[in-house]
Antibody
Framework: QLQLQESGPGLVKPSETLSLTCTVSGGSISSSAYYWGWIRQPPGKGLEWIGN???????YYNPSLKSRVTISVDTSNNQFSLKLSSVTAADTAVYYCARDSGANTVPGYVQPPYFFDYWGQGTLVTVSS | EIVLTQSPGTLSLSPGERATLSCRASQSVSRSYLCWYQQKPGQAPRLLIYGASSRATGIPDRFSGSGSGTDFTLTISRLEPADFAVYYCQQYGSSPLTFGGGTKVEIK
């Protein structure tokens, strides 16, 4: 059974960089069939897609966050990571990592991202001094 | 980007009743690339439907999706106690991915 687990600091100071890692177990992050994504949810609010990455390193970012986001992959440790710079209180949220399996369901010319079928439990990151 | 508007915001129903949730897009969703998730308090979202009408693995057949263009619907034929939750639609017809604001299905 595939499992994803987020890890990283739960408290980040304003203007600093938020860093999270997602460890994938029960499956290989290097599978050609999947992409891997980050999604966040402010307390009591809806979901926002942050970005996706392919095991080869290709990334796809939400334009609203693109200038501050970096997603990277470490295939040797079956992990991918999120860095969000210059954080403010508005970045306080539960951050989820997830597997994007939509590539199996669309024609090859349709570009990612797609949808998420496996999710981590989420980790709350609070931005506060 | 495509804005998704879900209605109603809250749906109050009893177990055994039928639930009909709406998701309307600000522009046509390419190839009906729309999916639905269920989220319970303190949990991650769970994929229910993709491609507007295909059920994800392990999803009971009381959940069904329909629609195309700008109007999509999630129907739960007979509500069970485990179905009371918040439901989100999400489109992947164009980047960036966007989610609707959610519909809460609560026990009446």
């Amino acid at each position: 059974q595939l499992q994803l687990q987020e890890s990283g600091p739960g408290l980040v100071k304003p203007s600093e960089t938020l860093s999270l890692t997602c460890t994938v177990s029960g499956g290989s992050i290097s599978s050609s069939a999947y992409y891997w994504g980050w999604i966040r949810q402010p307390p009591g609010k809806g979901l926002e897609w942050i970005g996706n990455i392919y095991y080869g390193g290709t990334t796809y970012y939400n334009p609203s966050l693109k200038s501050r986001v970096t997603i990277s992959v470490d295939t040797s440790n079956n992990q991918f990571s999120l860095k969000l710079s210059s954080v403010t209180a508005a970045d306080t949220a539960v951050y989820y990592c997830a597997r994007d399996s939509g590539a199996n369901t669309v024609p090859g010319y349709v570009q990612p991202p797609y949808f998420f079928d496996y999710w981590g439990q989420g980790t709350l990151v609070t931005v506060s001094s | 980007e495509i804005v998704l508007t879900q209605s109603p915001g809250t749906l109050s129903l009893s177990p055994g009743e039928r639930a009909t949730l709406s998701c309307r897009a600000s522009q046509s969703v390419s190839r009906s690339y729309l999916c639905w998730y269920q989220q319970k308090p303190g949990q991650a979202p769970r994929l229910l439907i993709y491609g507007a009408s295909s059920r994800a693995t392990g999803i009971p057949d009381r959940f069904s999706g329909s629609g195309s263009g700008t109007d999509f619907t999630l129907t739960i034929s007979r509500l069970e106690p485990a179905d009371f939750a918040v439901y989100y639609c999400q489109q992947y017809g164009s980047s960036p991915l966007t989610f609707g604001g959610g519909t809460k299905v609560e026990i009446k």
